[in-house]
């Protein structure tokens, strides 16, 4: 975090502790989640972090958060339909589990009111780093979730949709979630809303041996809200998980993704589609551990920035000297459709064993000329063709997943945005 000890707070600093100190009463937790929320207070307290925090370089949080919303007791945000047929929907409704807890063989689910009440996620409750100012918000604000345990060698027949949604004023969630030895399932995260509203929202994934997840985070927050978002995992021995983000919405987006390769054999898969218009700002910022030998990771992020919007990818791959036989390899591929939105990209390699296979790149591009004339030279209209190869450009990471009722929803979804925004 960074510190601003002589510096006057800015009024979203104020508005934080202020808020702070009007809801603690109202939040859930014994004792020691009583001090992990005070620790995380006393966090921001030393002011939001700037460019001058490393990891925050491209994202002045301090000076791009410009107000919070208060609470809105009377905010009514309603469950969205799923985004795969027959899935069984969690729904968090403006900061409050919502509904009856289904009924999953294999699967337990509670909500985290209960597990902060009783204190058993206290541990959970801290932050991964000093600069770690989402963990602190929400550490500091959050009231409720879900906590689900898959048991080992359960395999979802449907897939799980955890949905957090908000109609305005501040919203903190977490949805911590444990997969069993060999269990596999497709989980879906869905991160909507209609109002002005500050959500803070943290899953975090422990996934067991020989286990394998999808897992699908759709964001579309409208352009009043700002989110800030961590996706945090741990990979079991022989684990495999194919995580793919679509960013298509939000003020002021910071989504990021945390992952420990903690098991030999564990694979991680990284797809992301970062779509951006107006005067918006989204950030994905990645760091990833290879901390055994014998791990693998892909990352392929695709962005395509039209309006004045303004994209961040960072994306940080660590590895330690006892990980030999990794195989670690991340791009970045930007599609500029506008001379007045910029997108800055920052991958990075720290590798401290000597028998690796890493890479990285990135490219920023236009969309070719030559293929648009192609194309219009065989009767299509300019506009049909331009979202032709925009639609190309990042559906081609939408169908790696190779599982047809995903791609055709994800492709739903773009196609949404294109009418919107093409």
Known sequence: MNMHATLQRTAAETALIDAFGERLSLLPGDGEVMVKRDDAIEALKGGLPTKRIESWHYTDLRRLLTSVPAYDETAKAKAIAPLLEGSTVLSALNGAAAGKLPSIEGVTVQSLAEKLTDGSFAPALVPYGFDDAIGALNTAFVADGYFVDIADGTELETPLELQNVQAGGQTHMRFPVRVGTGAKATIVERQTGEGNALVSSISQLLLGDDAEVLWLIVQEQPDTATHLAQFKAQLGKNSKLTLFVMNAGGKLVRQEIVVNAAGEGAVFTLRGINLLAGDTHTDVTMV????????????????????KARGVFQGRINVAQYAQKTDAKMACNTLLLSDDGEFSAKPELEIFADDVQCGHGATVTEIDHNHLFYLMARGIDEK????????????????????????EALEALLDGWFQTHG
């Open 288 to 307: 990833l551990d290879h901390s055994v030998p014998h791990t693998s990771s892909t990352e392929v992020i695709r962005n395509v920035v039209t309006g």
């Open 384 to 407: 049909t063709a331009r979202g032709l190869l925009v639609k190309a450009f990042v559906a081609e990471v939408i169908e790696e997943l190779e599982v047809e009722p995903v791609v």
